[in-house]
């Protein structure tokens, strides 16, 4: 029996290290795809908005002729320069896409790598984690569909709507066009600004579930950023203070370090109600600390224990897989205190 044993769990071994195998080699491939249609679209993109410049020069020479011009070429224009900004519009979102998507996978290759290194180097003791990676998973799983709802719901209510809104305003500005050109320039107005604010709020959105800046420019610039959204979006007033030195990490403890960061203070906001957030970050040789405070109504940590606040205990497992600390101080009606720390690595 124990022989049988044996060979069935180096059978599941060495199973899971093809599949790992499998699954970095497909996602080598979709990596190598994904960035053939980003150098594809980038390019779309660079014809969009040089169409988009020579549309808008047009316009302006239209607007200064509107009341000489046949009314034929006038709508001609505005359509024109309608469909090259709704074009560009759909470019920027899809190169924004590409470009997360591109980031996702090589962050992947780089797990999937690294899991293949430990699983060939000989087989760790698994029973023992069992029920805490089951754990981890059921709460990566129900916060990861918490915020796909959120989401939704945002998209449906924001952008979605607004597009609607767009459709009707234009059909009312076509109408009125043969009736009352003072009125569907207001119209047309109206719209353009209409668009202008939807497009922020998808930026927004976009921002809240990847910001491309935390690749680009590091962590401490998107806290601060994120920090200054909070602000715009709420009124609730956001504190930064970076100490240390402020330098580059692993990408996968940037990206975990501000998640950290954005759930705390998104729940400061949502659930805490607090008028003013303090964000401490201090970034050492060795080790990263982060201090989350808030002036909200604070929480009873009972709540943790009796299935509430998934988003908190997720913070706490990743930071204790990462070998950190992390320490919860709140009492109802007093305002509530997290901070955790982690080792830091330098990439």
């Known amino acids: 029996m124990a022989l049988t044993s044996g060979i069935e769990e180096k059978s599941t071994w060495e199973n899971t290290l093809e599949e ?7 996602t080598q491939r979709s990596l190598k795809e ?34 000489t011009l046949p009314r034929a070429d006038i709508r ?3 359509d024109a320069a309608l469909d090259a900004q709704h074009r560009l519009f759909v470019m920027r979102g899809q190169l924004e896409k590409l470009q997360s998507d591109q980031n996702h996978l090589q962050r992947l290759i780089n797990l ?13 003791e698994l029973e023992a984690h069992t029920n805490t990676q089951s754990a981890t998973v059921e709460m990566l799983i129900n916060t990861q569909e918490t915020e796909r709802k959120k989401l939704s719901r945002q998209m449906h209510d924001g952008p979605a709507q607004a597009l609607s809104n767009f459709i009707l305003q234009t059909e009312i500005a076509l109408r009125l066009f043969d009736i009352d050109q003072a009125r569907a320039r207001e119209e047309l107005n109206n719209l353009k600004i209409s668009a202008m604010n939807t497009f922020q709020k998808v930026r927004n959105y976009i921002f809240d579930l990847r910001p491309m800046m935390l690749d680009d420019l590091g962590l401490l610039p998107t806290i601060r950023k994120y920090g200054e959204s909070i602000k715009d979006q709420t009124g609730v007033e956001v504190t930064i203070v970076a100490t240390g030195t402020e330098r580059r990490l692993e990408p996968y403890l940037e990206v975990m370090i501000f998640r950290a960061m954005q759930e705390l203070a998104g729940n400061a906001v949502r659930h805490g109600q607090s008028t003013n957030i303090k964000v401490q970050v201090n970034v050492e040789q060795a080790y990263v600390r982060v201090i989350v ?9 009972e709540t943790l224990e009796t299935g509430d606040g998934y988003g908190l205990k997720f913070i706490r497992e990743r930071v204790e897989l990462l070998g950190g600390t992390m320490d919860i101080d709140t009492t109802v009606g007093q305002g509530t205190r997290i901070s955790f720390q982690i080792p830091a690595i330098m990439p």
């Not at 969009?48 to 808008?56: D, E, F, K, P």
């Open 20 to 26: 790992v195998k499998s699954e970095y080699d497909q």
């Open 34 to 67: 994904i960035t053939l249609m980003l150098e594809q679209s980038q390019a779309e993109l660079n014809k969009l908005s040089q169409r988009n410049t020579a549309i808008t020069v047009h316009l302006q020479q239209v607007q200064s002729q509107f009341e």
């Open 76 to 78: 001609m224009a505005y």
């Open 112 to 124: 999937l790598d690294r899991t293949r290194q430990l699983l060939e180097g000989g087989k760790p």
């Open 293 to 301: 405070e808030d002036n909200g109504k604070g929480f009873s940590l």
